[in-house]
């Protein structure tokens, strides 16, 4: 799952995952023109693994 993971964020320079038992918090560092392209795989894979839809992972997440 995290080889996974890692493949459909290579664009990341850095990518750090942090989970606990209520909430999952994901860090991936690179340039500020590039976020916006890893926002959408990085949720597909938080869902996919998470077993929840996408839509409603994206009503739940904080992106900055």
Do not use: I, K, M
Request: glycine share 4%; net charge positive; aromatic share 6%.
């Amino acid at each position: 799952a995290l080889q996974q993971f890692r493949q459909r964020l290579a664009r990341a320079n850095e990518v750090a995952l942090v989970s606990t038992c209520n909430r999952t918090e994901l860090y991936l560092a690179t340039a500020p023109q590039r976020a916006s392209e890893l926002v959408a795989p990085a949720v597909q894979w938080l869902a996919d693994h998470g077993g929840v839809r996408e839509a409603q992972l994206h009503d739940h997440s904080y992106v900055r």
